[in-house]
């Protein structure tokens, strides 16, 4: 298992363990009566937990597990995932204290942060998956890959 594979799966972890935070202060606010629940706050839970630990879980497990780039096919670049994973690293937490910090204040400013890094964040998926491309092959492209590098 490659380090950035490690960095991808220890973060999910991170990222479980914050939306579950935030799941359960929810509860608190709900259940024990502290305050209602704000929807920004449900959105920064269901946001940490979906894109915070399921999408970069699912991008660490892919990492390790699809083949490995073919020799001669230079379209795979693995510094664009090193990439992906801090555009995400950065993305999730600013979008899920952004969505938060709106509960209290009628600025602007969280609301352009929500929108930026939620940008930041399809780009990113997006990258992911159009870098991960080369590597989606069956056994037999493999083979007649092999087969035309030795003709």
Do not use: C
């Amino acid at each position: 298992m490659t380090p950035l594979v490690r960095r991808f799966l220890k973060t999910a972890i991170v990222f479980l363990f914050a939306g579950l935070g935030v799941g359960l202060w929810l509860s608190a606010w709900r259940h024990l009566g502290f305050a209602p629940e704000r929807y920004p706050s449900i959105a920064a839970h269901t946001h940490l937990l979906l894109v915070g630990f399921v999408m970069m879980m699912i991008m660490g497990v892919a990492l390790w597990m699809f083949p490995r780039p073919a020799a001669d096919d230079a379209r795979y670049r693995p510094e664009r995932m090193t990439l992906v994973w801090w555009l995400l690293a950065v993305a999730v937490p600013v979008r899920s204290a952004a969505e938060i910090a709106s509960n209290w204040t009628p600025a602007t400013l969280p609301h352009a942060l929500v929108f930026g890094a939620s940008a930041v964040e399809v780009v990113a998926i997006v990258i992911f998956f159009a870098n991960l491309l080369p590597r989606i092959r069956s056994p037999r492209e493999e083979y007649q890959r092999e087969q035309r590098r030795a003709d």
